[in-house]
């Protein structure tokens, strides 16, 4: 069984926003194959959909991006899962914008939620995939960049890059991390 989990802000507000790209990723997993993000609990939006004869959970956290470790931490301590099969889906400003990095474990850089989760799972031996959304430009508010909208030439590339981390973490579930990583990090 493996755990998904998009980071994101709940609401309107923040939808289509540079730090919701994760649950960007999460929806369109779950309209590929024709479920509903709309259960609630473990402090998020969730269903399941099987991948390649495995049981996925694909879970939005519900909590804000600061709390996300708690939403993880309680469906994890729930279905017993090992931190290996929790895959986190995340945005970064510290890789190029448009590029897709998946790792198989590592530190939260100066991403909040993935700050959360780490503390809170007290382990960062879980694979995450890593959106490259962009840089805030010198003496802008970080908060302000991550919190804002795509520009609309940037939109049709982040669409793609969406699809994009579906189908890596596919491949991640199915094939295993090694080949996901070979086929994706380029």
């Known amino acids: 069984m493996y755990i998904v ?3 994101g802000n709940p609401g309107s507000k923040y939808s289509g926003t540079r730090h919701n790209v994760g ?12 479920a509903n993000l709309n259960k609630i ?6 269903n399941e959909i099987k991948l390649g004869g ?15 470790g708690e939403a993880v931490l309680e469906i994890a301590q729930f279905y017993k899962v090992p931190a290996e099969n ?5 945005d970064d400003i510290d890789i190029k914008f448009g590029s897709l990095r998946i790792r198989q474990k590592g530190s939260a850089g100066s991403h909040n939620g993935m700050k959360s989760i780490i503390g809170l799972l007290g382990n960062d031996g879980f694979p995450r995939v890593k959106i490259g959304v962009g840089k805030a430009e010198p003496g802008e508010d970080l908060a ?11 939109r049709p590339v982040i669409d793609e890059l969406v699809k994009k981390a579906a189908d890596s973490i596919e491949c991640l579930i199915a094939e295993g991390i090694d080949v996901a990583m070979n086929k994706y990090n380029r």
């Open 5 to 7: 989990v998009g980071l």
């Open 23 to 34: 649950f960007d990723v999460l929806d369109y997993m779950a309209e590929r194959h024709g």
């Open 41 to 46: 609990k473990y402090k998020s939006l969730y």
């Open 54 to 68: 495995e049981k996925v959970v694909l879970l939005k956290p519900q909590t804000y991006m600061n709390k996300s």
């Open 86 to 90: 929790i895959v986190v889906v995340q």
């Open 144 to 154: 302000e960049f991550v919190l804002g909208r795509f520009k609309p030439d940037e």
